[in-house]
């Protein structure tokens, strides 16, 4: 399978500018590319979004055209590159059923190898659910059932329990092995200002923070480092 697929923990760095901290590994997602179709389902305000993040693209040499400008299947069957940014991942996950965008989005990424960008929400759709996700269910999507680009699940802004707080609430750790105790999926957590790049059969870890790897039946977390080849995960 040769899908080219960018999944961003977050689209911000603290103290940086939108998308600055991944802006050469775009480059590399949508070379050939003249015009991305982003879709800003995740807000309430499209138009918006939208005008937000044709200013950022364009700065690294690509055209915008919102999903929701047009016929949004017509735009998906057309585009050259898919980017779906963050926000509220039921509000999105629920936009994209009732446009009913989901199996198009998979074809134009799994068939036609059109390349895809997520950040935060837009990446937990590209997983087989949005159970991870850390967002409130404000909206309530048909299924939490989502793209399945990649075969497991990500927490994004993954956080690390800090032992010196007094915060009694469940750690990101706790939440995710509740999920492992009726689900199978495996779930990467990824620190802000890494992500995940997989072009064709291979997928890399990349930014500075790493990720843990939750497995269901490992009573640890695997520790993943900046540049580690997490193929294996796409199996």
């Known amino acids: 399978m040769s899908r080219k697929v960018l999944l961003l923990s977050n689209s911000r760095n603290h103290g940086g500018k939108y998308l600055e901290h991944a802006s050469d590994i775009i480059r590399e997602l949508f070379a050939g590319v003249q015009t991305v179709v982003f879709i800003p389902y995740a807000l309430k305000d499209k138009n918006d979004y939208t005008e937000h993040v044709k200013a950022k693209l364009s700065e690294l ?9 047009g016929n949004p299947v017509e735009n998906i069957r057309e585009a050259e590159a898919i980017y779906i940014g963050g926000g509220n991942t039921f509000r999105l996950l629920k936009c994209l059923y009732e446009e009913s965008l989901l199996p198009e989005i998979r074809k134009r990424v799994l068939q036609d190898n059109v390349p895809y960008m997520g950040s935060s929400a837009g990446s937990n759709v590209a997983t087989p659910s949005i159970h991870t996700t850390n967002d409130m ?41 509740e999920f492992h105790e009726e689900n199978t999926t495996p779930v ?8 995940l790049y997989v072009n ?23 520790e993943l480092l900046s540049g580690a080849d997490v193929s294996f995960l796409l199996n």
């Not at 890399?204 to 977390?221: D, M, N, R, Y």
């Open 137 to 177: 269910a404000i909206v309530y999507p048909q299924s939490l059932e989502a793209l399945s680009l990649v075969p497991f699940n990500i927490n994004p802004h993954y956080i690390d329990h800090d032992p010196d707080r007094k915060h009694m609430g469940e750690t990101r750790e706790a939440r995710i092995k």
């Open 188 to 195: 990467l957590g990824i620190r802000e200002g890494s992500y």
């Open 61 to 69: 040499g690509f055209a915008v055209k919102g999903v929701h400008e």
């Open 200 to 222: 064709g059969t291979k997928m890399t870890l990349l930014g500075p923070t790493g990720a843990k790897l939750f497995i269901q039946g490992e009573e640890e977390a695997r």
